[in-house]
């Protein structure tokens, strides 16, 4: 049996950050302070419940240790070698930098990565069996972002070649925008974009992205909208939009990655929230019923610094940006599938899948034992 532990011999008060969502001059305001307790290391051999415990472990010299994950403990596994491990690809095949990974509505995940062992886009089953992979004949200038839209039609942002491209899921083209190694700031033209987002009436939104920083918006057909965002840190201004998503209302989360914020707009590009709390993120994936997902790291020195490998995985709640849950995974992309599996796309030629299942302290400890 789970032993468990829960002290509180210090007592601490910490004021909760959150920002106003009271319109484009947000800024950062406490909420009322809240009790935040301290626990004391038990034995070894026993586990602190952490379903209940808020503060950092300290132990009997008064030595602090861990802190808590920031809004709770989420209770997921992890396979960490996805698609590699039982190895089903042809042989000789592996994983360079994965960029990016997608889930269809079937649960086929679609792997997008920059090696030359393999096709740049890998397509497994849920269990990470090979399926079928496509994508050498597309010339990719640099593979950066994997969308999949709710019609099961893929979205690549090729931030080399400027370009975003339509494929269906055997990677037969249906649409290009920009235009191939022409880089630009017309209404048909990118500067290494990063990724692609789709409104409820399906919309798109590219993250436009490493050369410029803009939000360009298209219709359906891929038909020039509007665009909003300059260089900068004020509001409404970009230092590199990395990351979009798009929820069921139509509000647009951008990653303002450089400037550590997540920046939140209307349809048409006026500016209602700021997030300021999240560091600087990665990726956001926002599911059909508005789960907000992303993988962030403290702030973008430690992102590049580290190469992605000190990131989290947080929940965040869509109307007040609290963050729900979080636990440690390196990343560069999330997309979590219709069955709540996350999938993370990683730097360090990975794809991880996280699902929900959790060890009892004597299974953990005989997990790696004959």
Known sequence: MKKLLMLAPVT??????????????????????EENLDVMQPPAGVDIDRTRASGRVVDQDGLAGWYPHEGGLMEYSVAIRFGQEPHTMPEGWSFGRVSAVATDS?????????GDAADPIVVFDAEGTYQRSFGA????????GLRVDRHDNLWVTDNGNHRVMKLTTDGDVLMTLGIKGQAGTTDDTFDRPADIAFGPNDELYVADGYGNSRVVKYDAEGNFVTTWGTPGSGPGEFDLVHSIAVDSQGRVDASDRENNRIQIFDDQGTLLHTWNHLGATQNIFITPDDQVWVITHRDNV??????????????VDIDTGAIVGAMESPGH???????????IGSLTANVFRWYEAWMETEEAAQAERP
């Open 12 to 33: 601490l008060f910490a004021s909760i950050v959150l920002v106003s969502a009271c319109g484009p001059g947000t800024t950062a305001v406490s909420a009322p302070a």
């Open 333 to 343: 992309w999330i997309d979590v599938a219709d069955n709540g599996d996350i999938f």
């Open 302 to 315: 430690e992102n590049i610094t580290y190469d992605t490998l000190a990131g989290r995985i947080m929940r």
């Open 106 to 114: 079937s649960g086929e995940v679609y792997v997008f990565h920059r």
């Open 137 to 144: 004949d597309l010339d990719f200038g640099n593979e950066h």
